[in-house]
């Protein structure tokens, strides 16, 4: 192996053991390893920026921008508030309703956002009933990933496979990501409600307090509603017209973005630009750039060739083995190192003779989306509610999430195997 493949090797593996160790930020790891594959020759800055799929911060960003701008009008903690309400208080249907959102929202905002808006909320109303949080925040954060796998947008790992694969559309994640994600979520229910029901009681005095509060009294800004609710739409349809417009999702985004701050004026400039996780943002470039030295020296080629040799070429074995090594290894380690490392691995099958990768991008899809839900350090959502979950006095261990969580992922991957062998391999 030539001494470049080795140094890019040694780097990425320093640097993604220091990530799983979390002593030091993610981003600034990633952003050190970046700078070391070009200090060292390794790539060269041109190269670099040439990995650096603008694509995907693009969407990220211009999706931020829309959703914290929306987030200032009360809207999200409207529908939670009404949802609780048309459950008459009860807190086995408002866990449920709860889910529901979640994952909605996160198919067309994306999970880390929606968790953001949707813990506070749920805060206010177990307190207003008087039960144990902690149910409804871990089905929440099952619910977001489930929700993330569902579209083009939802999840970052979708987000880097669309902008890595231009025949995945949004509507090609639709059709084949929403069905699946459906099946778990109704497989799922069931299974929260037999999980947690005991441990939320309420009263019916209590249950008539959730009935007496003003969901109204929540939007705060209806003239912004207006503005924000019109832009999301345009915004969500030139998502599904993308390609026979043929623009980037990424433009969509960020036009959707920009003629939302154009109508609301320069007061909002600020928070806009202050709602956008530019610590996010720059994890994805280093990482991209940190990739890009395992592709560059021939590294990503040789595990390709390796796992080729392992399942024979064959669809049907390559399709699972992607699947569950996808699930098992975004349950305990970030799953947006590991997509950046393994989007160029399946391009190379393509160049390797497997003719069909469609089913290979879908299986990375779903195992890295559903994966995260096996730990409690699987997903950022995860990481998000726990930190939010520990400040409200609720913390969430990694012992007891797992209890649930890991054994729920474990059904959504056998769901999706059966779900592709069904659907691609038939």
């Not at 990424?250 to 630009?273: D, I, P, Q, R, Y």
Request: hydrophobic fraction near 55%; proline fraction near 3%; charge should be neutral.
């Amino acid at each position: 192996m030539e001494q470049q493949a080795i140094w890019a090797i040694g780097i990425f593996l320093i640097i993604y053991g220091m990530i799983i160790s979390e002593k030091i930020h993610r981003t600034i790891l990633a952003m050190f390893g970046a700078v070391f594959m070009v200090v060292l020759g390794i790539v060269d800055q041109e190269t670099a920026l040439h990995h650096i799929d603008f694509n995907t911060l693009g969407l990220l960003i211009g999706m931020m921008i829309i959703v914290g701008i929306t987030a200032e009008t009360g809207l999200f903690k409207y529908v939670a508030l009404k949802a609780a309400k048309m459950a008459k208080g009860k807190p086995k249907r408002i866990m449920v309703a709860l889910v529901l959102i979640t994952a909605g929202g996160s198919a067309f905002l994306d999970n880390v956002t929606t968790v953001l808006l949707m813990v506070p909320v749920t805060f206010s109303i177990t307190r207003q009933l008087r039960v144990n949080p902690i149910p409804f925040l871990i089905t929440q954060i099952i619910a977001a990933n489930v929700g993330g796998t569902a579209t083009l947008i939802g999840d970052p790992p979708n987000i880097m496979i669309g902008s890595a694969v231009k025949e995945l559309t949004f509507m090609a994640f639709i059709n084949n990501l929403t069905p699946i994600a459906i099946i778990i979520i109704l497989a799922y229910v069931p299974l929260f409600i037999m999980m947690f029901g005991k441990q939320i009681q309420s009263t019916p005095e209590l249950q008539r307090s959730i009935m007496e509060m003003d969901e109204k009294a929540m939007i705060t800004d209806h003239k912004l509603l207006k503005k924000c609710l019109n832009v999301l739409s345009v915004t969500i349809l030139g998502f599904f017209l993308h390609q026979s417009l043929h623009l980037e999702s990424a433009t969509v985004a960020l036009s959707g973005a920009f003629l939302l701050l154009l109508l609301t004026g320069e007061h909002m400039l600020e928070k806009a630009f202050h709602s956008v996780e530019w610590i996010t943002i720059f994890f994805f470039i280093g990482l991209f750039v940190l990739v890009s030295g395992l592709v560059e020296t021939g590294v990503i080629a040789k595990l390709a060739a390796m796992a080729i040799d392992v399942t024979g070429g064959d669809l049907l074995t390559t399709s699972m083995l992607i699947l569950w090594l996808s699930a098992i290894a975004s349950a305990f380690l970030d799953n947006i190192p590991f997509v950046a490392t393994m989007i160029p691995m399946i391009q190379e099958m393509g160049n390797m003779g497997v003719s069909n990768l469609e089913p290979l991008w879908w299986s990375l899809a779903l195992g890295a989306c559903l994966g995260g839900n096996g730990t409690l350090i699987g997903a950022s959502a995860n990481l998000i509610v726990a930190g939010l979950a520990g400040k409200e006095g609720y913390p969430i261990t990694f012992v007891k999430y797992l209890k649930y969580g890991f054994p729920l992922m474990i059904l959504s991957i056998v769901l999706s195997s059966i779900y592709i062998y069904i659907r691609y391999l038939m």
